[in-house]
């Protein structure tokens, strides 16, 4: 473990005049910058706000995303977003989906003197429902500005993500002694030391769920230390799930200090020991652990150094080793569907009713906010299981009901929630109603037999069911039914015509007809259960699209579509739409003032050709399915037309969610775009993208590219799918390209699934999580990956990469773990790449050199002086006129370099001692030593003035005099050079009367 200074950090009790309390106010969209006394004078930074809040005072904050101002860490250099150094609380109005707090990376190093934290906090102040993304820190200086890249936490943090942010310590938060955590979800963050989520000492975690972290040494989810006073760190009610770190204690380590864990779920994290936990050299009075689960890690066990602990009520692997054990369980807890991250007790789970009640339960609630005692005894675990009921109460079994008879009446308990789903076996029919304790669905029946199952579910995902079986009479006079099914709401006005289709029950006889009341069109059409209706002329705005029918009584049932003909805009072709938070939503989008609030409104109103030009902001809202590809996309983009933000990446987020049943992916779950059909995404991060669980749906958490679909210049991190593709899944000609990926996790290719003619460019590749196999990159039936830069991911098979069959190509791409030879998994067609696999390193071109990264433990994979993979690769033919992924030319030397970056020396600066490479290269000095470079050595006054230096026998060396730096004009000393340096201690002197001085300088020159 590197040195560290600690900085010590507690939660002091602050005096505040309640009365003189005052609320300020803050929103991006106020119409002037303070002075915050209301929402129409808001201050437009949270800084703004902080800076003039006394202690008891409340910042409120109103939706948006706050990506500037920000305040230094006192006494040090790092830059907050959020800077609180007094007792007031920091508020958002509507929750951490719609008020995000933006942090920065160092553009060169990740952690560095230009990174951003969100937020930095003390003296016991409260930070509520905000969304913490993008936080960085310094890579060197002590705690105060190496700890926590979301937060460094001296007070209360309550309802708040934390997500996609790294620090040297605590990923996402640093808390110190006395700090609370509560209801919050830190997930996908990365330390380069300890705690990928957590670091800290004497704080407390309630409520949390502890998801997808990385840490380079121990403490995937949270890493604990020994302040030397105060209390111990106490943690209840939380998930720690799917961490991961290369030491001890993949879910959590706690080290030399006492520690209560209670009713925690500790599961599916890795690590080569303690993969759930670890307890390392505790003093008494050792921990109390009770209630828990900690069961079935990905590596490393369940439980490292378990002999100073005696756990009670705990479901736990293996009990061996432990001082002693109370009423603890073996057995598989029966999670619902821990593949797919629901951890939640099935109902035959034994964890049930095994714990023991402690003081203080009563009235308090698990993780998913229920009662945390359900039927007298607390379960084992995070969550509480609850039981429920359902029940049809008419019609009755074996009952005839009469021909018009649709409606299937019953009830059920509270433990019921949400909606509820119906089948009718008999018909085949299915669908959804909305829930209630006392409900009747209308439910279309066949003539004689049906039978109706009644579904629901609990908060815990699992399914309660009730079926009837009755007869219906008699069919043709009941009620009809006709439904229209595809209600499309805006067209193109490319598009000329509509065609209606649906279906109609079975009381619907003789001639259906459909009508267009903005033109008057007409026509008839025969019945059929599932119909297709002739098509009617569109006209400009508004259609109002009818189809009816009757019974044999001549009773009508009617439907309506209204289809709106996008007006004709600029001769139809490449027109510009736009989105922003703040537009009127006034369709059709085709200025700023009338700008669409959500990316799926303005692309629904494209036409191939067209573009989309999205500002600044958070899009959390919105989205549709594909007809093929389910869940719902947070952006579906189905047509050949351009999707780009105005400002990039840092500012524009495209943001997904989670199943809420399972809190990872699900048929309820939000991607964050599909993209297909020659269409291009460019310049968003893409964030908290699930994917479903079956079919095409469950590759492709953040990104799902199909049929020459393209994503460029964008950020793929903390998403996850339940098979190929955490971040992107690149299937049919699709491209990925000029890609920051990562902190994903997927099946296989936790970064990248690339498929079927797919391709990956251009694209750094670091940090993911694969289940199975391709941490970063996986390959399958002709893929390319070309010009990437793969390292630091993991998988149980090929850490960084692996093909699944022939026929993939692998070019100009870095593969290279300096621990590991079996961090690629496979054979592949590779060519000009730099890996130590065996399987890559004997094809055409390839080396197995060290790729002399810059400084990678920092984030830094850009190439450094000296690297073999300069001019190492081959050239293709898009790299003409293309540029790396740092936008400077692709081919900048003799040939391309492997990687995602081309080597600069005009810009980088290897040793990082502020010259740069190719300055030292000028001087003959070594740009990978920071001790090595130009630099006058001595000076003598006396005459004649001399210069000091190191020289090169290679270098010429000049002496320039100026008498008047204002004027800034150097004249070459005459007689002092330029001339050839001794190759060691060296000096040149002005001779001349009068002097050309008295400032001096030389230059060197390559002969």
């Known amino acids: 473990m590197k040195r560290m200074l600690i900085l010590m950090l507690g939660v002091s009790v602050v005096c505040a005049n309640v009365a003189s309390a005052a609320t300020i106010y803050v929103s991006t969209n106020s119409p002037s910058d303070g002075p915050g006394t209301a929402w129409t004078n808001a201050f437009w930074t949270i800084q703004s706000a902080v800076n003039m809040a006394t202690n008891g005072d409340t910042v409120l904050v109103s939706n948006g995303v706050y990506d500037a101002g920000g305040a230094v860490t006192p006494g040090f250099a790092l830059t907050n977003r959020v800077c609180i150094t007094n007792a007031i609380t920091l508020e958002s109005v509507a929750g951490p989906s719609n008020t995000v707090i933006v942090g920065a990376a160092d553009p060169v190093s990740t952690n560095g003197p230009a990174a951003v934290r969100c937020v930095y906090m003390t003296n016991s ?42 620090a040297e310590f605590g990923g996402g938060i640093f808390a110190g002694e006395g700090s609370r955590i509560a209801h919050c979800r830190i997930a996908g963050n990365q330390s380069m030391n300890d705690g990928g989520g957590v670091f800290g000492g004497g704080f407390s975690m309630v409520r949390c769920t502890v998801v997808g972290n990385l840490s380079k040494e121990d403490g995937g989810g949270v890493r604990t230390y020994y302040l030397g006073s105060g209390s111990a760190p106490s943690f209840s009610n939380c998930l720690f799930a799917e961490n991961t770190c290369v030491g001890s204690g993949g879910g959590l380590i706690i080290d030399h200090v006492p520690c209560d864990i209670v009713n925690c779920t500790i599961t599916r994290n890795a690590a080569s020991g303690g993969g759930g936990i670890a307890l390392q050299a505790v003093p008494p ?277 209204t289809v709106v003909r996008r007006a004709k805009q600029g001769g139809d072709s490449d027109v510009t739409y736009y989105t922003a938070p703040g537009g009127l939503h006034i369709s059709p989008f085709v200025t700023w003032a009338n700008a669409a609030t959500q990316i799926q409104a303005a692309v629904d109103v494209t036409s191939d050709g067209d573009m989309v030009l999205v500002s600044n902001g958070v899009y959390n809202t919105g989205g549709r399915a594909d007809v093929t590809v389910a869940p719902t996309s947070r952006v579906c983009i189905d047509r050949s037309v351009i999707v780009q933000s105005v400002n990039g990446a840092e500012v524009t987020y495209i943001v997904g969610a989670a199943d809420p049943a399972t809190l990872g992916p699900g048929s309820n779950a939000v991607r964050g775009a599909f993209i297909t059909s020659n269409a291009v995404l460019a310049g968003f991060t893409v964030t908290n993208g699930y994917s479903d669980t079956s079919g095409f749906g469950q590759y492709g958490g953040g990104v799902f590219l199909d049929d020459a679909g393209s994503i460029s210049n964008c950020v793929l ?47 750094l590749i670091v940090d993911n999580t694969a289940d199975d196999i391709g941490g970063g990159l996986y390959l399958d039936v002709e893929a390319v990956a070309e010009s990437c830069t793969i390292r630091g991911n993991s998988a149980p098979r090929g850490a960084d990469g692996a093909p699944e069959v022939g026929s993939c190509t692998l070019l100009n791409t870095i593969i290279y773990d300096p621990d590991s030879d079996s961090n690629w998994y496979g054979n592949v067609s590779a060519s000009n790449c730099c890996s130590r696999a065996p399987s890559i390193a004997a094809d055409p071109g390839c080396i197995t050199n060290a790729p002399s990264f810059i400084n990678p433990s920092a984030g830094n994979y850009r190439l450094g002086f000296g690297s073999p993979c300069v001019n190492a690769g081959t050239e293709q033919p898009w790299m003409t006129n293309a540029v790396d992924l740092d936008g400077a030319a692709r081919i900048r030397h003799d040939t391309i370099d492997m990687g995602a970056y081309e080597y600069d020396a005009t810009t980088y600066d290897s040793d990082a001692d502020t010259v740069v490479d190719w300055n030292e290269y000028i001087a003959d000095t070594n740009p990978t030593n920071p001790a090595s470079y130009f630099h006058i050595t001595a000076i003598s006054n006396l005459p004649p003035v001399t210069l000091y230096f190191d020289s090169s026998s290679y270098r010429l060396y000049t ?28 000096s040149i002197a002005d001779t001349n009367e009068p002097p050309y001085g008295p400032f001096y300088r030389i230059h060197v020159e390559i002969p």
């Open 125 to 166: 102040a409260v930070l509520n429902g905000f969304t913490l993304t993008n936080g960085h820190t310094l890579a060197s200086g002590g705690l105060a500005v190496e700890g926590g890249g979301g937060v460094y936490l001296g007070g209360v943090m309550s309802n708040c993500t934390v997500t996609g942010c790294s």
């Open 285 to 561: 009075p050792n921990y109390r652990m009770e209630n828990c689960i900690i069961f079935d890690q990905m590596s490393g066990g369940d439980v490292a150094w378990p002999d100073s602990t005696s756990p009670s009520n705990c479901c736990i692997g293996s009990t061996s080793g432990f001082a002693s054990v109370s009423a603890c369980i073996t057995n598989n807890p029966r999670f619902i569907d821990p593949t797919n991250g629901n951890y939640r007790l099935s109902v035959t789970s034994l964890c049930i009713n095994a714990g023991t009640n402690a003081p203080g339960m009563t009235g308090e609630t698990d993780l998913a906010g229920n009662d945390r005692i359900y039927a007298n005894i607390v379960d084992i675990g995070c969550y509480e299981s609850s039981g429920m009921w359902l029940a049809i109460t008419n019609p009755v079994e074996g009952q005839t009901v009469p021909h018009d008879f649709g409606n299937v009446q019953g009830g059920n308990n509270p433990n019921v929630v949400g909606a509820l789903s119906w089948t009718n076996v008999s018909t085949g029919g299915a669908g959804t109603h909305p829930g209630a304790w006392n409900w009747g669905i209308p439910i279309p029946l066949q003539v004689g037999t049906n039978i109706v199952t009644v579904s629901g579910t609990n908060t815990e995902g699992q399914v309660t069911n009730v079926t009837v079986t009755f007869t219906r009479a008699d069919i043709g006079t009941g009620t009809p039914i006709v439904t229209i099914t595809n209600k499309p709401g805006s067209v193109a006005y490319d598009v000329t015509s509509f065609v209606a289709r649906g279906t109609n029950n079975m009381q619907v006889f003789g001639t259906m007809w459909v009508s267009n009341a903005a033109n008057g069109e007409s026509y008839s059409f025969a019945v059929a259960t599932n119909w297709t209706a002739p098509a009617v002329t569109l006209v400009e705005g508004a259609n109002e699209v009818s189809v009816s029918a009757t019974n044999l009584l001549a009773q009508t049932a009617i439907d309506t579509a």
């Open 717 to 763: 991190t903390g998403n996850r799918a339940a098979s190929w593709g955490g971040g992107v899944f690149c299937d049919q000609r699709s491209l990925a390209t000029h890609c920051l990926i990562r902190g994903n996790r997927g099946g296989k290719g936790g970064g990248i699934a690339v498929y079927a003619t797919g391709k990956a460019r251009n694209c």
């Open 959 to 986: 002496m320039a005099g100026c008498s008047n730096l204002l004027d800034g004009v150097w004249t070459d000393v005459p007689g002092a050079g330029p001339r050839a340096g001794i190759g060691e201690k060296d």
